[in-house]
């Protein structure tokens, strides 16, 4: 069974995958290993430069601020990249499941919804937090301004469109609670495995 875990930019999604693999789930986080190949994989690499210029790397790495800026505010960059990325992800997830031996496994990725994705996941649960919260803890995390913040947040869809479409729902304000709420989930998931 694999189960999709999204949310909004600073709802705490790493932190509720923390809990899950405290119960035992294996993990996979799409936006890491994207990253990882993108550095790895030579038929990316290539691609990359093909669309973006040899300023695409720096020094054989991956120019990341370099694409953001890229592809920030163009639309159809950003899709002719991810047309170039996600196969290669979702053909290393695939590797990567067949290898895992927990009753389920949780698959984060931050676009789910944006990228018409859903079908792919048994079940969905999205991490949700107060904005100014998710503002100031990315603010924290990535030293950067409120409005750079805010612009991301505002292209990604509202938390309210994906609860519609989510199974599940974590509000994560308070960790406590947010552990508990990921618990009982992990127990539903359980029983709908017998079942």
């Known amino acids: 069974m694999v189960v999709g875990l999204t949310g909004g930019i600073g709802s705490g999604k790493s932190t509720i995958l923390e809990c899950f693999k405290s119960f035992g789930v294996a993990v996979y986080i ?9 550095n790895r994989s030579k038929v990316i690499k290539r691609k990359l430069i093909q669309l973006f ?12 601020p370099y694409l953001a800026s890229k592809i920030f505010n163009n639309k159809s960059l950003l899709s002719k990249m991810n047309a170039i990325v996600h196969p290669k992800v979702a053909a290393h997830f695939k590797h990567w499941l067949k290898k895992q031996k927990s009753a389920y496994v949780i698959k984060e990725v931050a676009i789910i919804f ?37 612009a991301i947040i505002k292209n990604q869809w509202s938390d309210a469109e994906k609860i519609k479409q989510s199974d599940f729902v974590i509000t994560n304000n308070d960790l406590q609670e947010a552990k508990k709420q990921a618990y009982k989930i992990h127990n539903v998931l359980l029983k709908k495995l017998k079942q």
């Open 30 to 38: 799409a936006d890491d290993e994207a990253k990882a190949l993108m």
């Open 53 to 64: 210029g040899d300023d695409a790397y720096e020094d054989g790495e991956l120019n990341r």
């Open 114 to 150: 944006e990228n018409n994705l859903q079908d792919q996941y048994d079940y969905i649960i999205t991490v949700v937090a107060d904005e100014d919260l998710r503002i100031e803890r990315v603010m924290h995390r990535d030293h950067t301004s409120i409005e750079k913040v805010k």
